[in-house]
């Protein structure tokens, strides 16, 4: 039997399913967790040994670790403590400013380091220390895009990045360019089919056989371009054509043009290179060659899936287009699909950091002036999201808002869990949630709603997840990047932000991810940067040490 779509809402739980429920009950932080955990241990050992002292220190150790990891609005105090930290060292070493990398400069620095070095003296000392830091400055690649480089890059072919970011596992990604899923007024009905269709195309690439891990989608809102109707105009323009006609389609551009916000939405798609990739990747061929090839089937079969998930026309990027995408994001001056002077290894523009912000000292290429942009990103994590049933067409205030005139990219990373994973997840919320509940109806406690609403969401997981469903799971953050001119605008746009994401998508509190904003700027560029992927269970890594990598007989 076919389910009916024509006047269907899609509607699925959000929040309440990232940090799974702990053993002390509820969503508490890691932090949390290991302080509470120390006490006990202090507790149980040296309370037989010196007595009524060893208990007091313990039950004070537990209430200032609830203080200290309590969460607010502004996060708790170690999560400031730890920024003002982070800080400090990066203001010390130097790695609040970004230069691009150049042979000839990067030889100057070197020079005048070995020469403030050489020298004595406190101020030779200082020297070198200023020296020290102006070397760290001049690097390859900003801070949201170390250890980017490319597998492929050539003009007229995809452009497959290749990310060995330190510490993190390397991967591959591929980005798309598609015209989105509505159009203008569409019915119930075409949404549904929307939402099912992208629903699909994320199940399909979650399989374990798969090779694809996470996926981003980005949009970007800037003001509208109306280069392309001038351009048409000055080819087709009459020339006998009256002065005022001319000058009342002048008019009609600047009118619709003004104050108008437009989208451009992004898919990347990551390839982690694990042993089954590699593997894979030598029946196509040897080395470099066959990673090549075996990423030709993946991009065509990614961008087929991408036109039947019914998002729009898709194209995939050149690596040439990527990088454009990425420096208009630092200078937004800078035209989205301008390519003339772009080079794929040269992603970053002149950049120092506040606390706050990531600034960016560029140059407009249309008219050779220098600008200025100022850009502050925040995380949206699934805990400080309100659960509760949501459409696909919940976080539309913050793409077409009327309240937030500026240009930002907003930017949601999945990483894609098979269902077998899920499944564990979504029972063990809902066996803590329901015991929760029961132990407040056994003390005489009233329960809060809040349980309930997590219950239902839990449950509809687990609903959905039932085998033969054809479900998976998966993991999700969102971030969000603005970008304004100086910085009172900045101060402006960060609280209309909070207010519309607080009033209409019900996000509690947004996490700013101060300290580290240049990095941070990173998870809104189609790159795949944001998601650390999450840790699978012990019986999910035995099955995948039995599975292997393939079998040698076998042709895949």
């Known amino acids: 039997m076919m389910t009916d779509l024509r006047n269907r809402t899609v509607i699925r739980y959000l929040g309440g399913e990232s940090g799974h429920r702990s053993f002390f009950g509820g969503t508490h932080s890691r932090a949390r967790i290991i302080f509470l955990a120390c006490s006990l241990v202090f507790g149980m050992v040296f309370t037989p040994l010196i007595g009524w002292p060893a208990l007091a220190a313990a039950a004070v150790s537990c209430g200032v670790t609830f203080l200290v990891t309590a969460k607010t609005h502004r996060g708790s105090i170690v999560d400031r403590r730890r920024k003002r930290a982070r800080w400090k060292k990066r203001s010390h070493d130097g790695t609040t400013r970004f230069v691009p990398y150049e042979v000839g400069a990067w030889d100057q620095l070197q020079q005048a380091l070995a020469e403030a070095r050489a020298a004595t003296g406190a101020a030779a000392r200082a020297a070198a220390a200023e020296a020290g830091r102006a070397v760290v400055a001049m690097r390859a690649n900003p801070d949201g895009s170390d250890g980017l480089g490319w597998l492929q890059y050539g003009r007229g072919e995809p452009g497959i990045a290749w990310h060995a970011p330190v510490g993190e596992q390397s991967y591959l990604s591929v980005t798309f360019t598609v015209s989105g899923q509505l159009r203008g007024i569409e019915s119930a009905s075409v949404m549904a089919r929307a939402a099912h269709g992208w629903g699909a195309f994320l199940a399909a690439r979650a399989v374990p056989s798969v090779l694809v891990q996470d996926v981003q989608i980005t949009t970007r809102v800037l003001p509208a371009d109306t280069a ?10 009459d020339p006998a054509a009256p002065v005022d006609a001319v000058a009342s389609y002048e008019e009609v551009l600047r009118l619709t043009g003004n104050d108008a916000m437009v989208q451009r939405h992004f898919v990347t798609v990551n390839w982690p290179l694990t042993p089954a990739f590699i593997d894979a990747a030598r029946k196509y061929g040897d080395g470099r060659d066959g990673w090549r090839a075996l990423m030709r089937q993946e991009i065509a079969s990614t961008q087929r899936g991408l036109a039947e998930s019914k998002i729009g026309r898709v194209e995939v990027l050149t690596a040439r287009q990527v990088a454009a995408v990425v420096r208009h994001q630092q200078n937004p001056s800078r035209p989205i699909d301008f390519v003339a002077d772009v080079h794929p290894n040269r992603v970053g523009e002149p950049a120092e950091e506040e606390f706050s912000a990531h600034i960016v000292d560029s140059i407009d290429p249309l008219t050779g002036l220098p600008v200025r942009w100022w850009h502050r990103t925040a995380a949206i994590r699934a ?52 015991a929760e509940a029961l132990s407040r109806r056994e003390a005489g406690q009233l329960d809060t709603d809040d349980t309930d609403v997590h ?87 035995v099955y995948s040490r039995l599975a292997g990598k393939s079998d040698k007989e076998a042709l895949t």
């Open 455 to 541: 219950m239902t969401a839990a449950r509809r997981r687990r609903q959905d997840l039932i085998s033969g469903s054809q479900h998976h799971g998966a993991v999700w953050i969102g971030f969000v990047t603005i970008s304004v001119r100086s910085r009172e605008e900045l101060a402006r746009a960060s609280r209309q932000l909070e207010e519309t994401c607080s009033t209409g998508l019900g996000i509690e509190s947004l996490d700013w991810l101060d300290s580290y904003q240049a990095a941070a700027s990173g998870t809104t560029w189609p790159m795949g940067r944001g998601l650390a992927a999450s840790t699978p269970s012990f019986s999910a890594r």
């Open 228 to 237: 392309l109707q001038e351009f048409w105009v000055l080819n087709n323009l």
């Open 383 to 434: 805990e400080a999201l309100a659960t509760a049933a949501r459409t696909q067409l919940w976080v539309l205030d913050l793409l077409i808002g009327k309240d937030i005139q500026f240009i930002r990219s907003v930017s949601f990373h999945l990483h894609l869990v098979p269902a077998s994973e899920a499944k564990v997840a979504a029972r063990q919320d809902l066996v803590r949630d329901t």
